[in-house]
């Protein structure tokens, strides 16, 4: 049968985050003191609290490292930028085998409410309240790419350029690493010029509905993608609701989600 550790981080997904992971000194110089949890129990600690939702004091004694213990190796990989590293390894994988399609992609966000931190700010459809947004652009069959983060107040044309320049490059079944979609579905969030002038200069060709002349359901044939990749990402239940005080902690739960959405996509 098989077990907790072996369903939240099987043995593929191990040998993809120990590329990433830094080295840690196991053996004390100075001897005694207890034994320092390993990384991979601490790893199925973490994946059990993004996909649950669970508080780190609310994490059951069975994954062996106390809850304090986790939280530490979390923020240490956090400010490392472990999980960005991993998200991109998943990326690499999924091109090398030509898993991913540039031929189409879709851009994106999804708000959450917030309640504290930087990058926060009210959320103009939640009466108000604190929140945090996501951004994300996903290929065509909804495999999120690039992911950031914003104050719920931000608007959705603000983050296009970051979020095209944040595409990372990625391996291809052969060539140069690519990192420009063919085409980019856009609500009528980003119906802008300058940045249909600005997409096109990079050679990507803007497919951006148009305020008061285009019907959403015309382009909602093709971004209907990253509308269910939203929904992917609401399995990581950690992201339902923004507890994290420090930004870089929220955006490592957004990359553990989309390295584990893409993930399933190489085990399928």
């Known amino acids: 049968m098989t077990s907790l550790a072996e369903r939240l981080v099987p043995d593929e997904l191990w040998e993809l985050f120990r590329r990433v992971v830094p080295p840690t000194e196991v053996i004390r110089p100075q001897g005694g003191g207890r034994r320092r949890a390993g990384d991979r129990e601490v790893l199925t600690a973490i994946v059990f609290v993004a ?13 062996g490292p106390a809850w304090p213990t986790v939280y530490r190796r979390f923020a240490q990989w956090s400010k490392s930028r472990v999980w960005a590293r991993l998200h991109r390894v998943v990326l690499d994988e999924l091109g090398a ?36 947004k996501i951004h994300l652009i996903v290929d065509r069959s909804g495999l999120p790419i690039p992911v950031a983060i914003s104050a719920a107040n931000t608007h959705d044309s603000l983050a296009l350029q970051p979020l095209v320049q944040g595409i990372p490059p990625v391996r291809g079944p052969r060539g140069p690493r690519r990192r420009r979609p063919r085409k980019l579905h856009g609500d009528k969030g980003y119906d802008y010029d300058h940045q249909r002038r600005w997409l096109r200069e990079r050679g990507i060709t803007p497919r951006i509905a ?17 509308e269910r990749t939203m929904s992917w990402l609401a399995g990581c239940r950690r992201l339902h609701r923004r507890y994290e005080r420090k930004p870089e902690h929220f955006l490592a739960f957004t990359a553990i989600a989309t390295s584990l959405i893409n993930y399933r996509r190489l085990t399928n």
């Open 51 to 63: 996909t649950s939702g669970c508080s780190w004091r609310q994490l059951p004694p069975v994954f």
């Open 210 to 226: 148009r305020r008061g002349r285009e019907s959403s359901a015309r382009l909602g044939r093709h971004r209907w993608v990253v």
């Open 97 to 132: 085998r030509g898993e991913l399609d540039w031929s189409r992609c879709a851009i994106d966000s999804v708000s959450v409410r917030a309640l504290k931190g930087q990058l926060t700010g009210p959320n103009p459809t939640d009466r108000g309240k604190k929140g945090s």
